[in-house]
């Protein structure tokens, strides 16, 4: 069954506007885990803008299957090994960046990719690293250690919310897809994901899992708000 994790970050981005706690992380997690989701995905960015330290903490220990989301660097790697979650993935930060701007640069960062990958795997966390769809980055995934990825779907998202022909831009995942578990790598796929995308993407029987955040906090905000409205409603009438 092809898996579905859910990032919540943007649960924080709400939460921290008021600097409260609501909505509050764990809850909304609960909610999350008890409607299907196979993972909760959170990325602890070195400016923790959205999710915090404290975050991660409680919803490592809560047990939940998180996947956690971090930039390639030593310290973020201890504060993995210390918090223990089940998956992390690596991703390329950039401190001035709205959302993760594209995939890793695995030849720039090559030896420490590999650092990184070779001491979570030894602590069974599965690390996968984010990527730009072409075969380059596959086999070089696999030289770094890898044995799964994510691909960076905001281009064909772009394209398809654009209306804008996308086709060139599905076989090249679909062709990374195939390549990756052709060579033992578990494919995965995120980022600008909406209903129409993850539809699309839905033809290529190699990818296993989805990683989708912002369209689903918003889309469950226009799914819910009328309920929230009927609620104050009846408080006031
Ligand atoms: N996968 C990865 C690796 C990401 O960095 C992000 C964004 O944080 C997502 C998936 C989710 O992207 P979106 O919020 O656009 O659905």
Redesign the pocket.
């Known amino acids: 069954m092809t898996k579905l994790?859910i990032?919540i970050?943007?649960v924080a981005t709400l939460r921290n506007a008021r600097g409260e706690d609501h909505p509050n992380i764990i809850k909304i997690a609960k909610i999350v885990k008890d409607s299907g989701a196979d993972s909760i995905?959170v990325?602890l960015r070195e400016d923790r803008r959205h999710i915090k330290d404290k975050d991660l903490k409680m919803l490592c220990r809560k047990k939940y299957l998180i996947n956690m989301?971090m930039a390639a660097n030593i310290k973020m790697m201890n504060i993995a090994i210390r918090n223990n979650p089940k998956f992390v993935?690596i991703?390329p930060e950039k401190r001035n960046e709205i959302?993760?701007e594209g995939g890793l640069n695995l030849n720039k960062n090559f030896n420490l990719l590999k650092k990184i990958v070779k001491n979570l795997n030894k602590k069974k966390i599965r690390t996968?690293l984010?990527i730009d769809p072409t075969i380059k980055n596959i086999r070089l995934s696999k030289k770094i250690g890898a044995k799964c990825v994510?691909l960076?779907?905001?281009k064909i998202?772009r394209l398809v919310k654009d209306n804008k022909n996308f086709l060139d831009e599905l076989n090249k995942i679909k062709k990374c897809s195939k390549f990756g578990t052709d060579n033992n790598i578990e494919i995965?796929?995120?980022?600008?994901?909406?209903y129409k995308t993850t539809k699309l993407l839905t033809k290529i029987s190699n990818i296993s899992e989805y990683?989708?955040?912002?369209?689903?906090?918003g889309e469950s905000i226009k799914v819910g708000i009328s309920k929230v409205i009927r609620n104050f409603k009846k408080i006031i009438k």
């Open positions: 994790g990032n970050d943007h995905t990325h989301e993935c991703v959302t993760t996968s984010f994510e960076h779907t905001g998202s995965h796929a995120g980022h600008g994901l909406d990683n989708i955040g912002h369209f689903i906090i």
